[in-house]
């Protein structure tokens, strides 16, 4: 905005306060800073840019000039005094502007991830965040050993990141219970492929699961639940690896989804374990090392640190005290889905 579609109501007064004020040599009185601050506000809150005002405050003191008596030196001094009054009431709207503007995508985003507002007034909100709610999306979490806040220097280094990379994509970058998250639409899989990516390193190593793209206003709950379901599994598991994608462990929600059933399976076929000497944990730990290891006893002996003689042994325990060989095919199935169950519910450290 020039200089001249400015109003004129933001230099009221301003031509006598330095006249007045350059006479005399006087500071500006507390009504007078006061007035200049408000008017700064008032500009801020309509749009006006600071650097045209700044520039407007400078042309209306080269005028005003020819007619002020006083000294050059009493002048500038008041010219510094009133912008600088001017500008505090300017940041200040806008500092009121920014926290307000945060305070709504918080509220937003509180309301997106728990579906608790109307949803097609929540479909209206969302498209002020740059988010169009009756397309699909997917939802991104990474977590790190640290509490992440949006104004923190790890969410902000990977929106840059974004931002370079992809520019504006309707892609929502955000943080909730101290997790980074991304929120994209769903056939968009290069962008949360590349939030992980910059997630990962950015958090020193933490993990991110993305979850299935899902549709409609609720489609971000869904997806959002899913990658947090997803964040537990990978804890309960023990799992490593650094992206986890929900559509690829389909298989664990299915296997307990019914945990009687499950407990049941675990207590028939691991519970007999327990008897050995040391409990059934060092077992345990054989069966998941000789599974995760594709049955490769050499594999999951140095998993282990142990020898390959004291990995067959160890195998050849838990066949004669379960029935079960886990070198057998007929009988791996059973054992692998048992020692998964295992797992999922914390047995043995916990009771099924």
């Keep these: 905005m020039t200089d001249r579609e400015l109003p004129e109501q933001y230099l009221d007064g301003y031509a006598e306060i330095l006249a007045q004020v350059s006479t005399t040599g006087r500071r500006l009185t507390r009504d007078e800073l006061a ?5 700064g506000e008032q500009a801020a809150e309509a749009g006006h840019g600071l ?25 500038l001094a008041t010219v510094h005094q009133i912008i600088d009054a001017f500008a505090e009431g300017y940041e200040r709207a806008q ?11 918080r509220e937003f985003i509180d309301d997106l991830l728990y579906g608790r507002s109307d949803l097609g007034r929540l479909a209206e909100r969302a498209e002020r965040f740059g988010l169009r709610l009756s397309h699909a ?15 923190d220097p790890v969410p902000r280094h990977v929106e840059r990141a974004l931002i370079s990379r992809f520019g504006d994509r309707n892609v929502l970058l955000t943080t909730k219970d101290g997790r980074l998250l991304c929120i994209a639409p769903g056939h968009q899989e290069d962008v949360l492929a590349y939030f992980a990516e910059q997630a990962h390193v950015a958090t020193d190593g933490g993990q991110v699961a993305i979850g299935r793209p899902q549709p409609g206003p609720g489609g971000v709950v869904q997806s959002y639940e899913e990658a947090l379901g997803v964040l537990e599994l990978a804890e309960r598991l023990e799992l490593a690896d650094p992206v986890l994608r929900a559509a690829d462990l389909l298989v664990y929600p299915v296997l307990t989804r019914d945990r009687q059933a499950m407990a049941d399976l675990v207590a028939g076929t691991l519970g007999p374990l327990t008897t050995a000497r040391g409990g059934a944990q060092p077992l345990l730990d054989t069966l ?3 599974f995760d290891s594709g049955c490769v006893s050499a594999e999951a002996a140095r998993r282990l640190t142990l020898s390959v003689r004291a990995l067959t042994y160890r195998l050849e325990r838990i066949h004669k005290l379960t029935g079960a060989n886990p070198a057998d095919p007929a009988h791996r199935y059973m054992l692998q889905t048992a020692v998964i169950g295992a797992r999922l519910l914390a047995w043995p450290a916990k009771d099924l």
């Design 137 to 151: 999306h997917a939802v991104a979490v990474a977590q790190g050993s640290a509490a992440y806040d949006e104004g």
């Design 288 to 290: 998941t090392a000789y």
């Design 51 to 75: 650097r045209a005002l700044v520039s407007a405050h400078l042309a209306a003191a080269r005028t005003a000039w020819p007619g002020s008596p006083g000294s050059a030196d009493g002048a």
């Design 95 to 105: 500092l009121l502007a920014v926290r307000q503007e945060e305070a709504a995508r």
């Design 35 to 39: 007035s200049r601050r408000a008017l």
